[in-house]
Structure formats: C-alpha cells, structure tokens
Antibody, heavy 115, light 108 residues
C-alpha cells in the first residue's frame, strides 16, 4: 500500500520561504506524477503543481512565479518550495500521487504564516 | 482555466436516501477527465471516481459517476452513516487542474 508523509515547519514568517518534503513508501515513484496541493482553513482545494518522475513539470499559473517542485527518486522523496510567503499562504499542504486525478494523499501538514 | 461549479452547496438527507450531486464546468472537460473526492473533517480527500465514471480501488458500488462535456453527476444510491462528508469534483482535462467548491452532504 502506497503511503505518503509530509514533513516541514508548521510556522513560517511572512516574506520567508517554505520548504516541505514528502516521503513515499510502499511503491515506486516511476510512471507517476508527484503533486502538491493546499487547502486554506475552512476552504476548498487548490492544485499547486506536479512533477513527473522523470523531471517534466507543470505548475498552477497562479503560483508559478513563487513555487518550485523537485523529485529525488533515489530517496523516494519530492519537495516543495514556496517563496515570498504571506498570510494568504496559510493552509494545510498535501502531497499526492497523481495521473491527473489524485489517487494517494498524505495526511496533510498545517502551515501557518505569521510573525 | 476551467471553472467548476457544484450544486447544491449543501444537501440534507437521511441515511438510506439517494444523493445526487452535480458538477458543471465552464467549458467542455477533455476526455471526460473528471474525478470525485470525499473529504471528512481533519482528513485528506479520498478518491472515489476518476474518468467521470470509473470507481477507484476499494470504493463501494453505491457510489457512481456519470456525465460528459460540461455536466457531471455523482450519485450515492443509499446513504450510509459514513457517507456524510464534503464532496469535491476535479477536472484534469486541461491545465491548470481545478476543483469545484464542494457539496456538503449532511444528516437531515
């Protein structure tokens, strides 16, 4: 059974950079897209971006200028960086395995942007 | 960008009743690449349906999806107590992949 687990800070300051890592267990990273999504408290879901295991990448244009996703198949991990944080970036961040639709999800990690 | 609209916003039903949830797209969804998810409080979403009508692994057959083009439907034939949750549709026919705002199915 594929499992994903997010890790990273729960609190970051405005204007700083958020770095999150997702560790994949129970399956190979090949032949899938590896994705990040987020959900502000009490609100809906937003797709951030996805990276194919071989390196091709697709970002949501609304965040593209501030986001970087990378994959390290040797460690079974992929990562997200978001720069220039504001309070609007406060959300639960999820990592997921995808083929367009998101079939396996991490439990999510709450990131609060506050000084 | 394809905008998804879900209706109703809230559906109040009793266990055993049939639930019909609608998802409408602002333009045609290529390849009927539409998925449905269930989310319960403090949990990650769970994939129910992909490609408009294919059930994900382990999903009970009381969940079914239909539709094409701009109009899609998720039907829960007989609501079980564990089915009361928020349901989201998502299109992956064209980038950026987008979600609807959700329909909450609550106990009447």
């Amino acid at each position: 059974q594929v499992q994903l687990q997010e890790s990273g800070p729960g609190l970051v300051k405005p204007s700083e950079t958020l770095s999150l890592t997702c560790t994949v267990s129970g399956g190979s990273m090949t032949n899938y897209y590896w994705s990040w999504l987020r959900q502000p408290p009490g609100k809906g879901l937003e797709w951030i971006g996805s990276m194919y295991y071989s390196g091709s990448i697709n970002y949501n244009p609304s965040l593209q200028s501030r986001v970087t996703i990378s994959v390290d198949t040797s460690k079974n991990q992929f990562s997200l960086k978001v720069t220039s944080l504001t309070a609007a970036d406060t959300a639960v961040y999820y990592c997921a395995r995808s083929r367009g639709f998101f079939s396996y999800w991490g439990q999510g990690t709450l990131v609060t942007v506050s000084s | 960008e394809i905008v998804l609209t879900q209706s109703p916003g809230t559906l109040s039903l009793s266990p055993g009743e049939r639930a019909t949830l609608s998802c409408r797209a602002s333009q045609s969804v290529s390849g009927s690449h539409l998925a449905w998810y269930q989310q319960k409080p403090a949990q990650a979403p769970r994939l129910l349906i992909y490609d408009a009508s294919s059930r994900a692994t382990g999903i009970p057959d009381r969940f079914s999806g239909s539709g094409s083009g701009t109009d899609f439907t998720l039907t829960i034939s007989r609501l079980e107590p564990e089915d009361f949750a928020v349901y989201y549709c998502q299109q992956y026919g064209s980038s950026p992949w987008t979600f609807g705002p959700g329909t909450k199915v609550e106990i009447k």
